[in-house]
């Protein structure tokens, strides 16, 4: 008992340390934050670009406190700036006001309510409150739906996978986290993808479907890799860790498990930290079990146990001070399981009895298996008495087998129920009918296509046969044009012709006219002959 009691004393020391750290290296962000709302003078009833900012402001404010464990600070800011976007949006449909200024403010308040709702429903699920988180998932939805936000639908349906994975309905959860991967490949976001990629493996790796919850952590992990998302490349290390340990490879699932833990250490992520501290703990602690009847020692076991142990608290105290209910009942069902291994019976009845209370309040079905498999095998172990519930009447060694015979059916009808056939049919179903759709889409595209194609085609055809007739009338024009002017010239010859058979007809009378006369000159006239020859004998 004094060594636990040191150790928790020096765990809770080093937790302090990390958890401080991270608590500082928040808080500069926060104040620059609150430095920068101070100077935003604008008022909830003054509409303008200024208040679209202050929205900004009053979300990234939100989530700073969130991410500094201060939930109620948290709350706050998300309401406030959920009340300015709506007051924002009211306030623009009253006036009815067309101008692009006006739209370009609705536009951005509508992302306003949509991402203040996300924030909101994020606080109310890590609370362990899954009504009230899924009431705000669904009005994120409604928000960017109006709008034809895509990106904001796709977080949307994927948070709303989110509490029903919680709630260990897998059928619906992967049902969401389907439409969110169908709009991510529609609009090319790989973060998206790469995010609906891990859910999607994580309920295969509930379903212990673990070669397909391989194939899609991958596919992540190449996404997250191209595009450097380091705080995403952590949790899929952890997450293919994860699967490894399933198969009992402790040396390969510690190697991504620590890989992991560095990656989230150097970012200061004190979720991301305590996860991976609860996943070390766990691969100690089951390393140990599958090595006892192999002839280890008993020093060797202790050493082992302890170890996880160590990393075991160090997640509590970190999923403590985060406020993360589910994590907090999985670590105290670790610690529990652990604590019965070392014989810490009472310690050990305390710590799952607690997770128990706040997984069933959750509806968290999967941790409540993993409580009454604990209690089973704790009631199974004990050589001590120990009561029936939490303040109830102690046991007898009868009693005791009784209670862990209860435990153990409860523990067979959760598991029955959440991995029942139809369960399984379900998954199936709903993944069969994503890839349908998604080949069928596919198919359309390549027909719209090739009607595309065929259409730009056939208009081609359409043209040569337009520019054809075209060609063919101008031709034909052009024919007529030169036979007209073939038979006006044709037409001119003839006239050309009688005229110029006309003028020689003229002509010729004229020569014959002269002609006449002059053999009528000739025989009136005497020849010059006889005139020089009459000339001649005057003279003499």
């Not at 991402?115 to 009504?131: F, H, K, V």
């Not at 003839?494 to 002269?514: A, C, N």
Request: aromatic fraction near 10%; charge should be positive.
């Amino acid at each position: 008992m004094k060594k636990i009691k040191i150790t928790l004393l020096f765990i809770c020391l080093s937790a302090n340390l990390l958890i401080g750290t991270f608590v500082y290296a928040q808080s500069t962000k926060k104040d620059s934050l609150l430095s920068e709302l101070k100077k935003n003078k604008s008022s909830f009833s003054n509409i303008s670009g200024e208040d679209t900012i202050k929205i900004e402001l009053l979300n990234d404010l939100s989530w700073e406190y969130y991410k500094c464990y201060k939930t109620d600070s948290a709350l706050y800011y998300g309401n406030a700036s959920l009340e300015l976007a709506t007051a924002i949006l009211n306030s623009i449909k009253n006036n009815s006001s067309t101008s692009e200024k006006s739209l370009t403010i609705l536009k951005t308040a509508q992302k306003g309510v949509t991402a203040s709702c996300q924030s909101l429903g994020n606080i109310y699920r890590e609370q362990g409150d899954p009504a009230k988180a899924l009431e705000y998932y669904l009005k994120a939805l409604k928000a960017s739906e109006e709008i034809g936000n895509k990106k904001g639908m796709a977080i949307s349906y994927s948070y709303i996978g989110n509490v029903y994975q919680d709630q260990a309905n897998y059928s619906q959860a992967l049902e969401y986290y389907l439409k969110a991967l169908k709009i991510d490949e529609e609009i090319g976001n790989k973060k998206g993808m790469a995010v609906r990629f891990t859910n999607i493996g994580n309920i295969y790796f509930s379903q212990e479907d673990y070669p397909k919850t391989l194939d899609y952590y991958f596919k992540a992990l190449k996404i997250n890799t191209e595009i450097g998302r380091k705080n995403s490349i952590a949790i899929n290390y952890g997450n293919i860790g994860g699967v490894y340990h399933k198969q009992s490879d402790y040396t390969k699932a510690l190697e991504y498990y620590f890989e992991a833990l560095k990656m989230f250490q150097k970012l200061k992520n004190g979720e991301g930290k305590a996860i991976s501290m609860g996943n070390i703990g766990s691969a100690y602690k089951d390393q140990v079990d599958s090595r006892k009847g192999a002839g280890l020692s008993k020093d060797s076991i202790q050493h082992g146990y302890y170890t996880a142990l160590d990393y075991y608290l160090k997640a509590l105290k970190i999923d403590e001070d985060l406020g993360n209910k589910n994590n907090v009942a999985r670590r105290l069902t670790n610690i529990g399981s652990l604590l019965t291994s070392l014989g810490k019976y009472n310690e050990a009845y305390t710590s799952i009895y607690k997770a128990l209370a706040i997984s069933d309040s959750l509806g968290a079905m999967d941790i409540v298996k993993e409580s009454y498999e604990g209690l089973s095998t704790l009631y199974e172990k004990s050589n001590i008495s120990l009561p029936d519930s939490i303040g109830g009447k102690m046991l007898n060694k009868e009693e005791m087998r009784l209670k862990a015979l209860y435990y153990l059916k409860n523990y067979i009808k959760v598991r029955d129920s959440l991995f029942s056939e139809e369960n399984q049919k379900q998954l199936v179903q709903k993944e069969m009918n994503f890839n349908f759709e998604k080949k069928e889409a596919a198919t359309k595209a390549e027909q719209a296509k090739k009607d595309a194609i065929a259409k730009e085609e056939l208009k081609q055809k359409e043209q040569q046969r337009n520019y054809f007739i075209l060609g063919f009338a101008l031709v034909a024009v052009l024919a007529v044009f030169i036979f007209r002017s073939y038979r006006q010239k044709q037409k001119a010859n003839e006239i050309i012709s009688e005229q110029k058979s006309l003028v020689e007809e003229k002509q010729k009378e004229i020569l014959d006219s002269i002609h006449y006369a002059k053999r009528i000159q000739k025989s009136l006239l005497p020849t010059e002959k006889y005139i020089d020859k009459t000339l001649k004998r005057l003279l003499k």
